[in-house]
């Protein structure tokens, strides 16, 4: 039986592009390993597949009695519910160690770099093993889409020099407009169900207790969202009574203008206040500057919720 490479649960790019990497690359190792998904793929992942003619991962829902390893991910809310009743090979991930724990040892590669991609690039430079043209493509996209084009505060020089490997590999120069036209892809909305879109990059937290849901959506202009923002508003409040959490968030991220319009649902909507200097309006607040969820709104929420 093979093993299975996934992502998180609402897979992103990197999620996605992690899992295909890592699985070609253990494959050359000699193991057999096969890259799944959690759900559907979303616009702009299925783009950067399709530009570099790459196959999308098989979606599996049940991973129990399997042998896995862990992308882009080590957070029990982000990973399967069956997870426990599988055997965790490895861990490959760009944030912090979540609650994920083993019964026996692991590989891990956890860096602090903007994506994880930029780690299994690396991991084929430290194994010897020939980066394919294809697997640079999708990789150099994800590691574009998670650092948004280098502007965001988790992009380290160590992403940068990747990608000017993987570009050379690939034969995609003008990273500008290769990242442009991705988040054009990630842009859209237009006919796309409001719920859909609040759930395209969403992850769930625990916090000292406290259910914590907050979702991105990575714009080129905020005015795209301007017809459906109230919708937005109305969806994450009925997310969060779904969900029984305390708070939801959404990040309307500008990549153009660098900073964040967040919509808040939440019981306390002071814990945004205390948490970023700013007061939300009727349930928004613009936060200037603000790109990263992993690094600029998680870490300052937690130390909140503390």
């Not at 899992?19 to 793929?41: F, M, N, S």
């Not at 490895?90 to 944030?95: A, L, R």
């Not at 969900?243 to 002071?270: F, N, Y």
């Amino acid at each position: 039986m093979s093993t299975l490479v996934f992502g998180h649960k609402n897979p992103d790019t990197d999620s996605v592009c992690a899992a295909i990497a890592l699985a070609d690359l253990k494959k050359k190792l000699g193991e057999d390993v096969v890259p799944a998904a959690q759900g559907e793929l979303n616009p702009e992942s299925k783009f950067v597949l399709d530009k570099f003619g790459v196959d999308a991962p098989a979606v599996v829902t049940s991973y129990a009695g399997k042998d896995v390893y862990l992308v882009d991910h080590s957070d029990l809310a982000q990973s399967p519910d069956d997870l426990s009743d599988a055997n965790i090979m490895g861990i490959i991930d760009h944030h912090k160690l979540g609650d994920v724990t083993t019964g026996q040892p692991l590989e891990c590669w956890i860096w602090p770099v903007g994506c994880t991609c930029t780690v299994i690039s690396s991991m084929y430079n430290y194994f010897d093993i020939e980066i394919p043209k294809d697997i640079a493509g999708i990789m150099l996209c994800a590691i574009l889409s998670d650092t948004v084009i280098f502007k965001s505060a988790t992009c380290t020089d160590a992403d940068k020099k990747i990608c000017a490997q993987l570009s050379e590999i690939c034969g995609e120069s003008d990273l500008d407009a290769l990242g442009i036209e991705m988040f054009k892809v990630k842009s859209a909305v237009d006919g796309t169900p409001v719920r859909e879109l609040v759930l395209r990059d969403y992850k769930d937290f625990d916090m000292s207790g406290n259910g914590v849901g907050c979702g991105q959506l990575e714009l080129v202009d905020l005015s795209i969202v301007d017809g459906i923002k109230a919708d937005l508003e109305k969806d994450i409040r009925d997310l969060k009574a779904e969900k029984g959490h305390h708070t939801v968030l959404l990040m309307l991220t500008d990549i153009m203008k660098e900073g964040t319009e967040l919509l808040v649902a939440s019981d306390d909507e002071t814990v945004v206040e205390k948490a970023f200097g700013a007061a939300p309006v009727d349930g928004k607040v613009w936060l200037p500057g603000i790109m990263s969820r992993k690094k600029q709104i998680i870490p300052d929420l937690e130390k909140v919720f503390g």
